[in-house]
């Protein structure tokens, strides 16, 4: 994965669920050969239930529809739910679905945590917005703040044959998987506007660090100013390093972070790091509107990343993760103005004067801090690495759904 820049790509983007929801169940419902779906959360509220009618109604005009949730963060779908899928055709399969122990799930490392749709090979999403009625402003204060980007042009390609892979149960080519990668490589997708795009993954095998990567250099190279909108924000040393170095040189660099967490723990960890940052010359703001949920950034006037990937130890060291890196004046231009309205109309702008005075706790806190952000990418290589598993989702005798026995292992996805 990660091959390289593809020219001649259009990339929209889409905010919230007002902007996201409708425009893929509109590209849904065109589909005419196949539709393809990744997601971290799928929960059975009124946004679900739209996407579990909109993948139905594809696959009963005969369309192939495959969907990929995550164990972790989608546990408790009915089997009235996944058997509606599942008897009109979707091929459901569940990544790591795990066991609980007291009622509690256990399976909270290395989860699918991407949030991907391709249809037809022509079209595709990538970004942070999962399939619940939390990301729509109207339902409530703590709905959440968030960005994806509907892609057309060469790039989509590249994201076809990756979700293919990733749905390859096994990944030992199926006969299946073998025609449809064969027709997805000889897809040809047309130019479709000016931008170069990169799709890059973070995996547990090849692709261990190419997110972060991307964002330290991208921060290296920056001349004028560095944005970043993260909602978990506990960054390894190496990020930390560039940012102060950017802003120490002249560039300003700016971080966006929750001010009105969804998790409290949140907010208490990314305050730990404001001395160390502020010090430096960073801005911070902090988002108090409602919880942001949002993985993007900008660098100067070209450089742009959308996704899932957020900057705390599970998306940069555990998790399985994809971004969309844009090198694009006019799609800059457009998130860094909604960036820009966050930062004028709902953020708050810390200030040394609002960080409580230096204690000698406070800087034994910080010198752990330090050294933890330093070496925890080796330290979580020794957590558990079982091999997480893929489960097929069938529709049993009596028309419940049901796990098939023996599904083989996966890491690519």
Request: overall charge positive; proline content about 5%.
């Amino acid at each position: 994965m990660n091959k390289g820049w593809t020219t001649g790509n259009k990339v929209d983007l889409l905010e919230n669920g007002e902007g996201f929801f409708p425009r893929v169940f509109e590209v849904i419902a065109t589909a005419q050969r196949e539709v393809i779906v990744e997601t971290f959360i799928l929960f059975d509220d009124p946004v679900g239930q739209d996407l579990r009618t909109a993948l139905i109604t594809a696959a009963r005009r005969g369309v192939k529809v495959d969907l990929l949730i995550d164990g972790f963060g989608s546990p408790d779908l009915s089997p009235a739910f996944m058997g509606g899928l599942t008897g009109a055709g979707v091929k459901v399969r569940v990544f790591d679905p795990g066991k609980r122990f007291f009622g509690k799930r256990l399976n909270v490392f290395r989860r699918m945590h991407r949030k991907i749709v391709v249809v037809d090979g022509t079209a595709a999403f990538v970004g942070g917005i999962n399939y619940s009625v939390d990301h729509m402003i109207a339902s409530g204060p703590m709905s959440k703040q968030d960005y994806a980007v509907e892609l057309r042009g060469p790039i989509v390609a590249e994201i076809h044959r990756f979700v293919l892979h990733a749905i390859a149960v096994g990944g030992k080519g199926p006969s299946w998987f073998r025609r449809r990668l064969r027709a997805a490589k000889e897809d040809d997708v047309a130019p479709a506007g000016e931008a170069e795009a990169l799709f890059v993954v973070r995996d547990n095998r090849r692709h261990t660090t190419d997110i972060e990567r991307r964002y330290r250099a991208a921060i290296r190279t920056a001349r004028s100013r560095v944005v970043i909108a993260n909602a978990y924000f506990f960054p390894g040393y190496r990020l930390i390093k560039e940012m102060r170095r950017a802003a120490r040189r002249g560039v300003d660099v700016r971080l966006i972070l929750q001010g009105e967490p969804d998790m409290p723990i949140v907010k208490v960890a990314a305050s730990m790091l404001y001395h160390h940052l502020l010090h430096a010359g960073v801005k911070i703001y902090e988002y108090c509107e409602r919880p942001l949920h949002g993985k993007v950034a900008v660098m100067d006037d070209h450089w742009s990343t959308v996704g899932s990937s957020n900057l705390d130890p599970l998306s940069l060291s555990l998790n399985l993760e994809a971004n969309v890196i844009v090198r694009d004046k006019a799609f800059n231009e457009v998130l860094s103005g909604r960036l820009d309205h966050l930062m004028q109309n709902s953020c708050k702008q810390i200030q040394t004067s609002d960080l409580t005075d230096w204690s000698a706790w406070r800087l034994v806190r910080s010198f752990f801090i330090f050294h933890v952000l330093r070496w925890y990418p080796a330290w979580v290589g020794w957590l558990p690495r079982h091999a997480p598993k893929l489960i097929p989702v069938e529709v049993g005798p009596h028309g419940s759904p049901s796990a098939t026995a023996g599904a083989t292992q996966t890491e690519a996805a």
